[in-house]
């Protein structure tokens, strides 16, 4: 490819970039706006329907001002001499919650990929599995996660010793290998039938068969998958934070925050701001692997 052709071709990449940076950061100014005209003009009540409230109140215990909710993350978190500023304080929780969601993200694609060549390699796997899946989705992740923590905490393996963090990756998992196993399984049966057959009359195993043609065919379909079980790790990774009560997360920091809002309410958005930046950077990385399987991305198919 010559040099004309490549600069031609990354052209439109790069402005493709641009607008949706663009897009990205005019959704946060609107988002702003919105925030600050509706706490201008709404009722300090809020709107009410009956005994149903449609729109919140516009207090400022209820909705204080984007700049009171940025200006408190560089204060100190309390009133000690050797207190951090609370934006300190969100960033080292949101690294801890992204490492506990990154783990049971990984955990969950290995679990979802496995399933997923299980089924297409076995029609009565399909079957059999594939309700179960579906089913395992229903259970409301709350009434679940401190099971888990009871169960772990009786394993017993020589010196190793079941962490609370342990369970909440747990979690994570069982949120994120859903999608992962539907999309793979849809990508694995994606190849045409006429190149199916070709590999077969050539004699290749189904062993290479995957390698070759069902992994790289999955890939539009696996890549959003991805990005709904990245998603997925995130939220099951907070709520069982606060399920569960482990110290350390994004989770447990927006309880103990929301606790103190009748005094600090400009305060209480801090680890919900954490949270938003969690799931930015797990949707950055997808994107990042998106650009590594790029040749792959042909025709993708949305979740």
């Known amino acids: 490819m010559s040099e004309r052709s490549?600069?031609?071709?990354?052209?439109?990449?790069?402005?493709?970039?641009?607008?949706?940076?663009?897009?990205?950061?005019?959704g946060v100014v609107l988002l702003v706006v919105i925030w600050e005209l509706y706490k201008a003009l709404g009722p300090a009540g809020g709107v009410i329907v009956g005994d149903l409230t449609i729109l919140p109140r516009t207090t400022d215990l209820a909705m204080p001002h984007v700049w009171d909710m940025v200006a408190r993350l560089f204060e100190p978190t309390g009133g000690g001499r050797n207190a951090m500023p609370v934006w300190l304080a969100v960033v080292q929780a949101s690294v801890f919650?992204?490492?506990?969601?990154?783990?049971?993200?990984?955990?969950g694609v290995v679990v979802g990929l496995l399933l997923a060549i299980l089924m297409q390699r076995f029609r009565t796997a399909e079957s059999a599995v594939l309700p179960w899946i579906i089913l395992s989705q229903t259970?409301?992740?709350i009434a679940i996660?401190?099971?888990?923590?009871?169960?772990?905490?009786?394993?017993?393996?020589?010196?190793?010793?079941?962490e609370n963090w342990m369970s909440v990756a747990?979690?994570?998992?069982?949120?994120?290998?859903?999608?992962v196993s539907i999309g793979a399984l849809r990508g694995l049966n994606s190849p045409?039938?006429?190149?199916?057959?070709?590999?077969?009359?050539?004699?290749?195993?189904?062993?290479?068969?995957?390698?070759?043609?069902?992994?790289?065919?999955?890939?539009?379909y696996l890549l959003p998958a991805l990005r709904l079980a990245a998603a997925n790790a995130v939220i099951?990774?907070?709520?069982a934070e606060v399920s569960i009560g482990l110290r350390g997360g994004i989770g447990r920091m927006i309880i103990e925050y929301a606790q103190q809002a009748s005094g600090d309410p400009a305060k209480t958005w801090a680890p919900i701001f954490g949270a938003v930046a969690v799931g930015l950077v797990a949707a950055g990385f997808i994107a990042l692997l998106g650009v590594l399987l790029r040749r792959y991305r042909r025709g993708e198919v949305p979740a």
Request: charged fraction near 15%; aromatic fraction near 14%; proline fraction near 6%.
């Open 192 to 220: 045409d039938t006429i190149h199916v057959e070709l590999f077969r009359s050539y004699g290749v195993g189904w062993w290479k068969t995957l390698f070759v043609l069902r992994l790289p065919a999955s890939v539009p």
């Open 145 to 162: 996660a401190p099971l888990v923590r009871r169960w772990g905490s009786q394993l017993e393996f020589g010196d190793f010793s079941w």
């Open 139 to 141: 259970v409301p992740l």
């Open 236 to 239: 099951g990774t907070v709520v």
């Open 170 to 179: 747990v979690i994570a998992s069982y949120l994120a290998f859903f999608p």
């Open 97 to 107: 919650s992204l490492g506990v969601a990154a783990v049971g993200w990984v955990v």
């Open 6 to 26: 490549r600069a031609g071709s990354s052209g439109p990449r790069t402005n493709q970039t641009a607008k949706r940076i663009a897009f990205g950061v005019g």
